[in-house]
């Protein structure tokens, strides 16, 4: 439980709250109709991509900018983050989102929220199919952010925040015509609260989390494998102090096996 008395700690749970809330309210704004016709889909996923690659810019330095609890869940089945940590930034994520979406439907006109851009499955697709759907742009998704993030890897090509805006986008360009690309249950969870409509919600958890779970089980232990006991992996899970940590100022960074960041 040394975490609990690290700054860095606290700040990191707090960027994810921040993150999260914006995340949500500019992604579901955008995702609004204002007026007739329907809602061109290049604008939602350049939107959502766009606002996720300016927060991996903004806070991934300081928390990993995970902004989603499938992303957090990948980080936490390759054991590159304590329980606590993953837990912490679940709730944080979580409310954060909530957050966001109050705040768009306080600042929205009445005769514009709707359903407050609520993901939905398109009439024909089954509950079968959608979860398979959000699966798999959640598996490309993860895929994208372990492979950039990777400290391992030597000479990064091009832009971390970037890749992963385009990694996102590209899943709502498909997504959105089948469940609405919901791939983060922190967006999916947010309008289902203000709107009081649960149906079908659970799509939108167990598909990302699978892929999640998936995505880092194939990158961290199949496609480029750490080399990491499961005395050490058990000791990251728990939140062992490392024996260095004492080395580093106070309240500034993280223990390097603690790091998800790449920024």
């Not at 927060?55 to 390759?78: C, D, E, K, M, Y």
């Not at 490309?140 to 970037?162: H, K, P, W």
């Not at 899943?171 to 959105?176: D, V």
Request: glycine residues 10%; hydrophobic residues 50%; contains cysteine.
């Amino acid at each position: 439980m040394w975490e609990l008395q690290s700054a860095s700690f606290w700040r990191a749970i707090f960027a994810e709250f921040f993150a999260t809330l914006f995340y949500v309210f500019f992604g579901l704004g955008a995702s609004l109709r204002w007026g007739p016709g329907a809602l061109h889909v290049l604008q939602v996923a350049l939107a959502f991509g766009l606002a996720l690659a300016t927060l991996v810019q903004a806070v991934g330095h300081i928390s990993g900018a995970h902004v989603n609890p499938a992303v957090t869940f990948a980080f936490l089945v390759g054991s590159q983050l304590s329980l606590l940590r993953a837990f912490s930034y679940m709730a944080a994520q979580l409310l954060g989102a909530v957050v966001g979406a109050a705040m768009l439907y306080s600042v929205t006109p009445p005769a514009v929220r709707g359903n407050l851009a609520l993901n939905t499955l398109h009439p024909g697709v089954s509950v079968g199919q959608a979860t398979v759907v959000e699966i798999l742009l959640t598996l490309q998704f993860v895929l994208c952010i372990l492979a950039t993030y990777d400290e391992r890897r030597n000479g990064r090509l091009g832009s971390v925040a970037l890749a992963v805006g385009f990694s996102l986008t590209l899943g709502h360009l498909f997504g959105m015509y089948y469940t609405g690309a919901g791939m983060n249950p922190a967006r999916s969870f947010a309008p289902a609260i203000l709107t009081r409509n649960f149906t079908n919600h659970w799509v939108y958890w167990v598909g990302p989390i699978i892929g999640g779970g998936l995505g880092s089980l194939l990158y961290d232990f199949l496609l480029f494998p750490r080399p990491k006991s499961v005395s050490e992996r058990l000791s990251v899970l728990k939140g062992t102090r490392p024996r260095d940590a004492s080395a580093q100022p106070e309240g500034t960074g993280e223990p390097v096996e603690l790091k998800t960041q790449a920024l």
